[in-house]
């Protein structure tokens, strides 16, 4: 009993709390020409550092107090690059912040302050000697962490965790605070282009709601329509040429759409286009219940495509690249999206066609379990985007991309087992009539 | 006649069923016959023996590992939800009799001093079930504290008792049937102030906090100024993890240079927590760091009572070191609680007993030295998959330090130092490359040639 109680206990999320001395984090944005760092100071920290009480908004916010601050973070921090030349350090803007912990839930408040480091020009700024000793001159317990939050060049991104690439802290068996030297990989444009690739593909492979949408609207191209149904399998090559036409339909749709949003042309509420893609799938899976737009399916793919792009760009749009990186980021995305795209689809399609051609009947099951997932999934999302809570539902869904191997697989399996069942069935002269 | 026959076959049945059931109670260590009729590391053998004849076959692979000071590393004081790297069998899946057993056994090895020792533990662990009552989350309890057997109790081998949770840590180590170290030793108490639990009241870590007092309120102002630091500490320094990073040099004041009365109150400083082992365990230690008290430094920092936030002791003698630190409270907001350990220069955990298992490992990254050998200067090259901090050294084939140590702090990446040796002779020279990161400590020496 108690050995059970353990393990429920074991699963619960745990509410805890705990002691580590809060740290500071230094994230480090890198620009063309120059790096955004972003301080995070717990308070109570500064509060012994400085020797006067600071926790409190309102103080915060006072002009006097904000230069007294300034002029303490400049006496506080220094750059030098490579060439023995100090950088430019502006202070932007000082904020109040209550937080959590992430790890331990417990409270406490933070100065957040934006900066804006500029290295004397045409200097490698990856590689620099940081002098910092905000709070830890004073409190010897402090520690720094200091991350790249993005460094496209590099390919690091938003996306990814940022990468923690220094700890600014006393030696204790020396007793000293050493500067902390720097230095990075210079990066290169491929590289950018690289990551962003990857983020493409990333963005298929989790993005159910996509790879839904686009399964059940190829889910009945292999197929006539006949009196308001779905009727007989059309052939190889018109099967084919049908999906060809549709997957490029979509694509053609959601790059213009990747474009023009990333390039802010366009701009729609994230909350809208995720509900317009769940009612995309929903009418996809109405149709590949009964034709409802049989043979108009590329002006659907089209359309649709112009709504599923407008959602990859958020994810680009957020980035804020200059345009050089913008352009290759673009285009690497989408490279990455059509990759992952293509070869999805090169391991399902032919399922579909195999299954399809051996028997019409377990053709309509399989199209009818693949409706029956995308409507109940797509109705679950509309509610999680409506109300803005997930379910039980969306929780296992949004996890599916974990087993989507194994989804695809069984697919295989399933294939390969009519054909073989199909095999012992019908004669060998008959199998290549069809 | 009947029932007595009827009750017979019984009896036998079921403990034949047991038998049946339980084969592998006989491979277990035989049930002491009475441990308390036995003295010294004999008692505590038997204790644990004990201890472990009440396990099941699981529990007690659980219980029983072999020696190794990577486990022995593993104590935290984070309470379990946080820290889930504890070895050992975890309290609160033990039955009555197997608490009783665990509770006897640290009954042996702790001390008997009011408030100290045993009664130090009890109220520690009551300290936990309080937080836990106080909505602190599962993490907190005395259900939460593990116990384990680095290495099989006996009078000839090196083992440990290791037991610990959130803020009570014991890391009791024996070898050839004597203690040889008691550290690392983690103290913290939340509440500080006195608090009821199970109808029991406590107030733990008391003497702790009056004994370094004590000591402050003794200097004079001349002794203030070279006892009491300028910086402040939030935390103890040396807390778990900080294993291997002693100071190079002795911060404060010398307790040589103290009046004998003070030196009576730094050592009854030191008994606070010498005092938590057994009479026989503790006289041995004590000893030494008695012996060593002239050589002992004792610093401060805040406001001398011990009881403001930041308020920080430290005691560092040629082998003790003992930190205390009141920071603000966790659970109860309104009280501030203190965080301390005592460790051991010479030897935390085994005191080098185990120069096998090295704690300190081999870098692996690129370590280059060019050009080698050397007219004047030599690049060294370097690159760390991690943050860390370098130290660069350079001693001859007799271990003589030649140059003072170079330290860099480093990001991660590709760095190079440059190593000056126009002031050598020629000769060959060991470097010795030491790269510190949260994960420990790594170190490599190449052999450099000076022409």
Avoid at chain 1, 68 to 91: M, R, V
Avoid at chain 2, 30 to 49: Q, R, V
Avoid at chain 2, 362 to 378: A, L, R, W
Wanted: a neutral charge; charged letters at 15%.
């Amino acid at each position: 009993m108690r050995k059970a109680l353990f393990l429920i206990l074991l699963f619960l999320p745990i509410f805890s709390k705990a002691h580590p001395m809060p740290n500071s984090v230094v994230t480090l944005k890198f620009n063309e020409q120059n790096i955004v760092a972003t301080l995070l100071l717990p308070l109570t920290e500064l509060e012994s550092a400085i020797g006067k009480p600071l926790n409190d908004s309102t103080k915060i916010n006072d002009e006097n107090y904000q230069q007294e601050l300034k002029e303490y973070i400049q006496k506080h921090l220094k750059i030098q690059g490579e060439n023995g030349q100090f950088w430019k350090i502006d202070i932007h803007e000082i904020n109040f912040e209550s937080t959590k912990q992430p790890e331990t839930n417990i409270d406490y408040n933070e100065l957040s302050i934006n900066i804006l480091l500029t290295p004397p020009s045409n200097v490698n700024y990856r590689k620099f000697t940081l002098f910092y000793d905000i709070i830890l001159h004073q409190v010897f317990t402090h520690s720094a962490l200091l991350k790249i939050e993005q460094d496209w060049k590099n390919g690091i991104i938003t996306e990814s965790k940022p990468l923690e690439i220094g700890v600014i802290a006393w030696d204790i068996q020396s007793n000293t605070l050493l500067p902390m030297q720097i230095n990075l990989e210079e990066g290169s444009l491929w590289k950018g282009f690289k990551s962003m690739f990857s983020l493409g593909m990333k963005h298929i492979w989790e993005g159910t709601d996509h790879l839904l949408f686009l399964f059940v609207l190829l889910l009945p191209s292999p197929l006539s329509e006949e009196k308001r149904k779905w009727a007989k399998y059309i052939g190889l090559k018109s099967s084919l040429l049908k999906l060809f036409r549709i997957i490029t339909a979509f694509t053609i749709g959601h790059s213009i759409t990747l474009i023009f949003g990333t390039l802010g042309w366009i701009n729609f509420s994230t909350r809208w286009i995720e509900i317009l893609i769940t009612i995309s799938i929903l009418i996809s899976a109405l149709n590949a219940l009964f034709p409802i737009f049989y043979n108009r399916e590329i002006y659907i793919a089209g359309g649709f495509g112009l709504i599923h792009g407008l959602a990859f760009s958020n994810t680009l749009a957020n980035l804020e690249l200059t345009s050089t990186q913008m352009g290759l980021s673009i285009l690497g995305f989408n490279l990455g999206i059509e990759a992952m795209q293509l070869f999805i689809m090169s391991l399902v399609l032919p399922c579909l066609l195999v299954i399809c051609r051996i028997s019409l009947s377990t053709y309509k099951k399989v199209r009818l379990v693949g409706v029956a997932i995308a409507i109940v999934s797509a109705l679950a999302w509309l509610v999680q985007r409506v109300t803005n809570n997930s379910n039980f539902i969306t929780n296992y869904i949004d996890r599916a991309s974990e087993y989507l191997i194994l989804i695809i697989s069984l697919l295989i399996i399933f294939t390969i087992w009519i054909w073989i069942k199909n095999l012992k069935q019908i004669p060998l002269n008959e199998k290549f009539q069809s | 006649m009947k029932v007595k026959l009827l009750l017979s076959i019984l009896s036998i049945s079921i403990l034949g069923l047991m038998a049946f059931i339980k084969p592998e109670k006989d491979l277990k260590p035989k049930p002491p016959t009475d441990c308390e009729t036995l003295t010294g590391i004999n008692k505590i053998i038997c204790l644990a023996d004990a201890f472990k004849a009440t396990l099941s076959a699981s529990q007690l692979a659980t219980v029983q590992l072999s020696y190794s000071l990577t486990d022995a590393a593993k104590w935290s004081n984070l309470p379990q939800s946080l820290s889930k790297n504890r070895v050992g069998i975890q309290f609160g899946t033990l039955n009555a009799t197997q608490l009783a057993a665990a509770k006897d056994l640290l009954k042996a090895i702790t001390g008997t001093a009011a408030n100290e020792g045993f009664a130090e533990l009890n109220a520690l662990l009551a300290a936990d079930d309080y937080l836990n009552g106080l909505g602190g989350g599962s993490g907190y309890g005395a259900g939460n504290y593990y116990m384990a057997f680095l290495g099989t109790p006996s009078t000839t081998d090196l083992f440990e008792i290791q037991f610990g949770g959130h803020h009570h840590t014991v890391s009791n180590t024996y070898y050839n049937g004597k203690i040889i170290g008691a550290t690392p030793a983690f103290r913290a108490a939340e509440p500080s102030g006195t608090f009821t639990q199970s109808g029991t009241t406590y107030q733990p870590i008391l003497q702790e906090k009056a004994a370094f007092a004590a000591i402050i309120a003794s200097f004079s102002s001349a002794d203030a100024a070279i006892a009491k630091s300028s910086m402040t500490f939030n935390d103890i320094v040396l807390g778990p993890g900080k294993d291997n990073q002693f100071t190079t040099t002795k911060l404060g004041i010398k307790v040589g240079n103290l009046t004998a009365a003070q030196k009576t109150l730094v050592l009854n400083a030191i008994k606070t927590y010498t005092n938590d082992l057994n009479a026989d365990d503790e006289a041995l230690i004590l000893g030494r760091y008695q012996a060593e008290l002239d050589e002992t430094y004792v610093v401060y920092s805040g406001t001398g009572t011990m009881e403001t936030k930041g308020d920080y002791f430290r005691i560092d003698g040629p082998s003790v070191w003992i930190e205390y630190n009141t920071q603000g409270g966790i659970i109860i907001k309104s009280e501030n609680h203190p965080h301390s350990v005592w460790r051991d220069r010479k030897g935390d955990y085994d005191y080098g007993k185990t120069t096998s298992i090295n704690p300190i490992s081999s870098f692996e990254g690129k370590f280059n030295i060019f050009p080698n050998p050397v007219v004047d200067n030599s690049t060294i090259e370097l690159s760390l998959d991690q943050p860390a901090f370098v130290t660069i050294s350079l001693t001859d084939m007799n271990g003589r330090k030649l140059i003072t140590d170079l330290k860099n702090n480093f990001s991660n990446g590709n760095h190079q130092v440059t190593l000056n040796t126009n002031s050598l002779p020629s000769g060959s020279y060991n470097c010795t490359l030491e790269v510190k990161t949260n994960e420990g400590i790594k170190v490599k020496t190449k052999k450099l040639t000076k022409i």
